[in-house]
């Protein structure tokens, strides 16, 4: 599975991003990403559902999110007040992984 995630925004404006591959990450966090992603049940929601009508308040985050799997494809543009709730422990994870790499130098936020 292919995950590309970048989120920005909130009263710092941070700009987090990440790119992973389960093919080439710890099996532990592979086997914790494809978890979340199940238990979200990205695949079933719509982008229309999600997509934010308005900017919203000066401390939302704004999400981008594309999951490849298989022949399974989805790319989602969301914010904090759009995104149902089964997606909030994946964003965590992601977020935590983003500043991981930011940590190790192999992305700047």
């Given at each position: 599975m292919?995950?590309?995630f970048e989120s920005s925004g909130g009263y710092a404006n941070i700009k987090l991003t990440y790119?992973?591959?389960t093919d080439t990450l710890p099996?532990?966090?592979?086997n914790k990403l494809i978890q979340l992603v199940e238990s979200s049940?990205?695949?079933d929601l719509n982008e229309k559902e999600?997509?934010?009508g308005l900017s919203g308040p000066p401390?939302?985050?704004?999400?981008?999110?594309?999951?490849?799997e298989g022949n399974k494809r989805i790319s989602l543009s969301?914010?904090?007040i759009t995104a149902p709730n089964s997606l909030h422990p994946?964003?965590?994870f992601l977020q935590e992984l983003a500043w991981e790499q930011i940590r190790k130098g192999k992305s700047s936020p």
């Open positions: 292919h995950i590309d790119h992973g591959n099996e532990e966090v592979a049940r990205i695949f999600v997509a934010p401390d939302v985050l704004h999400y981008r999110l594309v999951i490849h969301f914010n904090d994946l964003l965590t």
